[in-house]
C-alpha cells in the first residue's frame, strides 16, 4: 500500500469523489473507465483496485450523510438482502473459473461499457421515471416495494461484482421511482450507505484474486476522501441541470471508447511492437 505519490490518479480521485457526494454516481461508472482508457490499467485490476477505492470512499460519504440524516437505512437493509448473497455468489463462480487471459478482459470490457451506456440513458431518463413513478404511485403495493428493492440489490451485486458499475446512477434511478415521496438527497444518501457492504465484499474478494493495486489504490483515496466529504456537504445544493446532462454524456463517451478499446484487433497491438523495435534498431 505505500509509494509514491502520483498527482494525476489523486486529481482524478479527487474528481471522482467530488461526483460521488454530489450524486451518488461515479464511483464505478467514471473511476473505472479512466483508469482503463486514460492510465492505461488493465480491466481486471481497474475493477478490482476502484471497488476498494469504491467502499472507503463512500464511507467517508455515508458518515456525512448520516450525519444529516439523509439515509433511509430500511432501503439500506432491504437492498443489502439481495446484493450481498449476489455478489458472493457471483465472486465464487468468478474464483471458479479463475482468469482466462485476454477473453477475460474482453467480457469485462463489454460488460463494462454495456453497463456504462445503461447508466448513461439512466441519468437522462431520471426525471420522466420520477414523473412516471408518482402517476403509478397509488396501484403500487407494500410487497412490490420491498420485493423491488430486494431484487435490484440482487442486480447491483452481480453487476458490481463483475465491472464495479452499478451501485450508482442505475440504484438511484431505480430507487426513485420506488420510493417518489423521499427528497433526492435521502435517496442519494440510502445508496451511497448501501454501496459501502456491497463494493468492500466485492472488493475483498478481487483483492483476493490478486486484482487490486496497492499503491494506485493509496493515490486515488488522497484526492478522493476529500472529494466526497465536500460533495456530500454540498449535495443539497447540486445545479442538476448541468450537472446531470454532463455526466451523461460523460458515461457515453467512456462506454463508446470501452467498446472501441474491447473490439480492436489484437494483431494490430502485437504487429505494432515489432515494428517500434525495428525503427529503433535502424535508428
Known amino acids: 500500500m505505500t509509494g509514491s505519490i502520483d498527482l494525476f490518479h489523486a486529481v482524478a480521485g479527487l474528481l471522482v469523489g467530488l461526483l460521488v457526494g454530489l450524486t451518488g454516481v461515479g464511483g464505478g461508472s467514471l473511476m473505472t473507465p479512466l483508469l482503463v ?31 444529516r440524516e439523509s439515509v433511509e437505512w430500511k432501503i439500506v437493509r ?36 454495456c453497463l456504462l451506456a445503461l447508466t448513461s440513458l439512466a441519468v437522462i431518463g431520471r426525471k420522466w421515471l420520477f414523473r412516471h413513478a408518482h402517476q403509478g404511485e ?11 428493492t430486494v431484487a435490484l440489490g440482487a442486480l447491483i ?35 451511497i450507505a448501501h454501496a459501502v457492504p456491497l463494493t468492500l465484499i466485492a472488493g475483498t474478494g478481487h483483492w483476493i484474486m490478486g486484482d487490486v493495486n496497492g499503491t494506485l ?14 460533495g456530500s456537504y454540498l449535495s443539497s445544493h447540486a445545479p442538476d441541470k448541468v ?3 454532463l455526466l451523461a ?20 497491438k502485437i504487429e505494432a511492437i515489432p515494428a517500434a523495435r525495428a525503427a529503433e534498431a535502424h535508428r
Open 217 to 230: 489504490l493509496t493515490n486515488l483515496l488522497i484526492g478522493s476522501i476529500p472529494g466526497v466529504v465536500v
Open 157 to 191: 451485486g452481480v453487476a458490481v461484482s463483475i465491472s464495479s458499475v452499478g451501485a450508482g446512477a442505475i440504484g438511484v434511478t431505480v430507487l426513485l421511482v420506488l420510493y417518489p415521496k423521499l427528497p433526492v438527497a435521502r435517496i442519494v444518501g440510502s445508496d
Open 138 to 148: 397509488a396501484a403500487r403495493s407494500a410487497a412490490v416495494e420491498i420485493g423491488g
Open 78 to 113: 432491504r437492498m443489502a438482502l439481495g446484493s450481498v448473497p449476489a455478489a458472493l455468489l457471483t465472486l465464487l463462480v468468478m474464483a471458479r473459473i479463475g482468469k482466462v487471459g485476454a477473453s477475460t478482459e474482453h467480457v469485462i470490457l463489454v460488460s463494462l461499457a
Open 243 to 245: 450537472l446531470q446532462p
Open 37 to 67: 482508457l486514460l492510465f492505461g490499467v488493465s480491466a481486471k485490476t481497474a475493477v478490482g483496485t476502484d471497488l476498494l477505492f469504491a467502499a472507503i470512499t463512500k464511507i467517508a460519504g455515508s458518515a456525512v450523510h448520516g450525519s
Open 249 to 268: 454524456a460523460v458515461l457515453a463517451i467512456s462506454s463508446w471508447q470501452l467498446f472501441v478499446k474491447a473490439y480492436t484487433p489484437e494483431k494490430v
